[in-house]
């Protein structure tokens, strides 16, 4: 695995690839079976395979919840190569936003539903920092996991309006055997909490409950609920056990 501490050294080496097949999978590190699996999909249907680990500041509405994002370099790089993937992309704040730079990508419609009514500013900052690294990495192919299902049709929203040549690629959510959806925040729970938090998808699942109703039991079991909400045939939700906060999605009929 080549690693890439700096932009520039990237697209430098990004020409020499000539023809081959590129497959980019960009993460916020504290890497799990979720974005292996990313990584595995990209290195099956590609020559080679970026991997990008950047915690980017400005999709945060929460300092706090930015301050303990995990960060775990060190076993993410071993994870990488162990995985034999290609490239690994390591951007620095500084880089990909310097002080003159004033340009944020907004979206008028999705972004103002579910997640963005309770995270201000959140789907801006994802947008932005995805339409950077697209450009920087310039793949083929990128991946993405569907259990953040809103990101994952605003990327796609957001390519075909600026008419990027990138494929964006939504990879089926992976759950513990438990059903919890895998999620680098799910370190952060409590012993207790791990055991409690897998109620999120199993209510998220019933055949037939209604929004409503789902959204109470899962109070009743101790969780703060900012929306279960259904969207055409997939209900979403968002709920905050403790200190920390889960999204998740189902594909209903």
Known sequence: MILFSNIASWIQFRDTLGQKTLGFVPT???LHEGHLSLLRRSMEENDETLLSIFV?????NDEEDFKQYPRTLSQDKELAESLKVSYLLLPSVEELYPPEDTFRIQESLLSTDLEGRFRPGHFHGMLTVVMKLLNIVNPHRAYFGEKDYEQLQLVKAMVRAFFMKTEI???KTLRHSDG???SSRNTR???EERIQ???FPTLL??????DHQIKEALEAEGFQVDY???RGNRRLGAVTLGKVRLIDNVCIS
Request: aromatic letters at 10%.
């Open 28 to 30: 916020m590190g504290h």
């Open 56 to 60: 980017n500041p400005i999709q945060f």
């Open 169 to 171: 690629i939504g990879c």
């Open 180 to 182: 919890l959806a895998m």
């Open 189 to 191: 729970l409590s012993p």
């Open 197 to 199: 938090a897998a109620f």
């Open 205 to 210: 699942n019933h055949p037939h409950w209604s």
């Open 228 to 230: 279960i909400e259904t």
